[in-house]
């Protein structure tokens, strides 16, 4: 049978009903995040100040939400890294609560598109 067109269309439907279904939606992973908590290891350990001397600008422009870092789970796992190599020494709850405020902030899995952005 040749290609037809419901080949493309079901695929296509699926994709289309997972990005309704995860709109709004805070990850798993993240739901029990602590942001407050997140914000302050952000802003404590000088995240920004490093990744600014990388890419300028405020330094955010290191989060590529389009690149390598593609699921929570992958955020979660680089914050984990990056406390690793840095020997910051977060506890698992707190590499949580930074990845969710980078989620919140820049990533955005499952949240959609940014609404009434508050930083
Ligand atoms: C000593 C400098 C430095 C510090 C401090 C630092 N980072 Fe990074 N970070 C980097 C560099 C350089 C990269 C880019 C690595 C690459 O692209 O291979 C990066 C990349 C990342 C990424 C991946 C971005 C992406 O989308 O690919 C995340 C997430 C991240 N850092 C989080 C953090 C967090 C959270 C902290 C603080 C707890 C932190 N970093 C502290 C240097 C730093």
Redesign the pocket.
Known sequence: MPLSPFRLLIPGLFVLAGTCAAQGQVPDIFRDADLPLGEK??RE???GA??VR?VGGDGSA???PA???NTPGA?RG??DM??TE?K?GLFPEESTA?AAV?NRDHYRFGLGPRAGAKR
Do not use: F, K
């Open positions: 290891l952000l350990h000088q995240c490093c990744h990388t290191i989060y590529r690149g390598r870092i955020l680089m914050v990056c406390s840095l910051l930074v980078l």
